[in-house]
């Protein structure tokens, strides 16, 4: 998505550490049209996937996913980072690295919100070494729900996370694939 990459060239930021900072618009600050132009993308690409359910992680997939699934009209449901008190009943649970935060953490899902009716489409902001997105499979695996695609808006790709999910069988789509990132540049890879 030659939109998304433009945003990144002229807003994001490269920081030490294999870091891209997009929080001026698209995970701290949220560009609205931009991510309605995003959902609308994702809708293109599966649309035809039987899609019932978007499923992501809090907090900066939410925005994604919430402006996807209007084209989609479905619901969207995401993993909590915490167990907290107004999550009632009983939960899938996965614990995820981030690379973000260097530490793990523990996803919970309410069991009410996602069963073996569902065909899922996973979205997230970022894919690196594919933790979260490992843990949300995990998630959609313990319900019996079947993933028709795995939606991300921009990915490392020379961090192993697309390329293990793509071997594995997803349908994967990557809006912007970084294929190098230096402390000062980075380089998208042709689509």
């Keep these: 998505m030659k939109l998304l990459e433009e945003r990144i060239m002229q807003e994001g930021q490269v920081r030490p550490g294999n870091v891209l900072k997009v929080d001026c618009f698209l995970n701290?600050?949220?560009?609205?049209d931009l991510l309605d132009k995003i959902g609308?993308?994702?809708?293109?690409?599966?649309k035809d996937d039987g899609i019932n359910k978007i499923l992501t992680i809090e907090a900066?997939?939410?925005?994604?996913?919430c402006m996807t699934a209007r084209?989609?009209?479905v619901p969207v449901v995401f993993a909590k980072k915490a167990k907290s008190k107004n999550i009632d009943g009983e939960v899938y649970t996965?614990?995820?690295?981030s690379y973000t935060y260097g530490r793990d953490y523990d996803i919970t899902l309410s069991k009410k919100f996602l069963s073996?009716?569902?065909k899922?489409?996973?979205l997230d902001d970022f894919l690196a070494n594919g933790k979260a997105m490992k843990g949300l499979l995990d998630v959609c695996a313990q319900a019996g729900a079947t993933v028709g695609g795995i939606g991300i808006c921009i990915e490392k790709g020379f961090q192993p996370g697309g390329a293990e999910l793509r071997a594995a069988g997803y349908k994967l789509a990557s809006l912007a694939i970084v294929d190098t990132m230096t402390d000062d540049q980075l380089t998208f890879r042709e689509q």
């Design 116 to 118: 073996p009716s569902d």
């Design 60 to 65: 900066s997939g939410i925005a994604i996913a």
């Design 120 to 122: 899922v489409l996973i």
């Design 94 to 97: 996965s614990t995820v690295h």
């Design 71 to 73: 084209h989609f009209n």
């Design 40 to 46: 609308e993308e994702f809708y293109r690409i599966f």
């Design 28 to 32: 701290h600050q949220l560009d609205v």
